[in-house]
């Protein structure tokens, strides 16, 4: 429940980034249209310029040709000559650098148009960031919701299940606390039966013939020192213990008021056949 719900907050999260980024689009459209007017306007002033400066050259070349006809006449000078024809070369300049600076203007104005159309699908593609956002939060809640929902099932269902051992005794031990995750197969506790107690002790290879499975049994401990408790022989090990050399043996003995526990020191007599 904890990752859905976490789950929508980074949902909502994308959603709010995703409606900046329209913003941020739809003021980058607005700019860029801006710079193409700009670029629109620039080229009918170079467009302008040209035909003023066209219009002037032409002046000037009339007046030169004039001026030249005088010079050859002798009723003009060199110096007005050159004067004339420095303003016409200055015009013819002028009017290459305005004609290429028209030229690069409908060159702003192919960029700037391929600019707008690009931010215009970077808005598309924003605005379609945004619905998947929202489909995204929706889906995010209603996984929320199913998860309630499967939480109060499976809360419903706890308090309906009952836990059972398959043997009764007493809890030595806890494996989880309360509120904790369990895994199936996991083990919850661990039961000791004491209803029934397991004594071992050892005895010397020479004793093993006059011992025998079943065979009975007596034992005391120090905690009840005038009460004698009585057992089975209920299986004897094949092997000695390597430490000690003496053969290991097992009584299954009843404990009547639960009187034994585990851990506790016994004296144990063998009961022998007559």
């Keep these: 429940l904890k990752v859905n719900e976490n789950n929508v907050i980074d949902r909502e999260r994308q959603l709010k980034l995703a409606n900046v980024q329209v913003k941020v689009n739809e003021n980058n459209v607005k700019d860029r249209k801006k710079q193409l007017k700009l670029a629109k306007i620039q080229i009918e002033v170079s467009k302008n310029n040209v035909k003023d400066l066209e219009a002037n050259l032409k002046d000037i070349l009339r007046r030169l040709k004039d001026e030249e006809t005088l010079f050859e006449q002798g009723s003009s000078t060199r110096s007005q000559l050159d004067v004339l024809q420095l303003q016409y070369s200055r015009g013819e300049f002028a009017l290459k650098n305005t004609k290429l600076g028209l030229e690069r203007a409908k060159h702003e104005i192919s960029r700037a148009e391929i600019n707008v159309d690009n931010t215009i699908l970077s808005l598309e593609r924003s605005r379609e960031d945004i619905k998947g956002s929202k489909l995204g939060v929706e889906n995010a809640r209603i996984a929320v919701e199913r998860t309630k929902h499967d939480v109060e099932l499976r809360e419903d269902a706890l308090e309906d299940t009952l836990v059972k051992a398959k043997i009764g005794g007493i809890i030595t031990a806890k ?66 213990d390597p430490e000690t050399g003496r053969f290991p043996l097992y009584v299954k003995a009843s404990n009547p008021g639960l009187k034994l526990r585990a851990g506790m020191s016994v004296k144990v007599y063998l009961l022998w056949e007559k």
């Design 175 to 240: 494996s989880f606390q309360e509120g904790e995750v369990i895994n199936a197969g996991a083990v919850l506790f661990q039961i000791i039966d004491i209803k029934q107690v397991e004594i071992n002790f050892q005895v010397g290879e020479g004793d093993l013939p006059m011992i025998k499975e079943g065979q009975a049994v007596v034992f005391t401990t120090p905690s009840y020192r005038d009460k004698e408790f009585s057992g089975i022989i209920e299986r004897i090990s094949w092997t000695a």
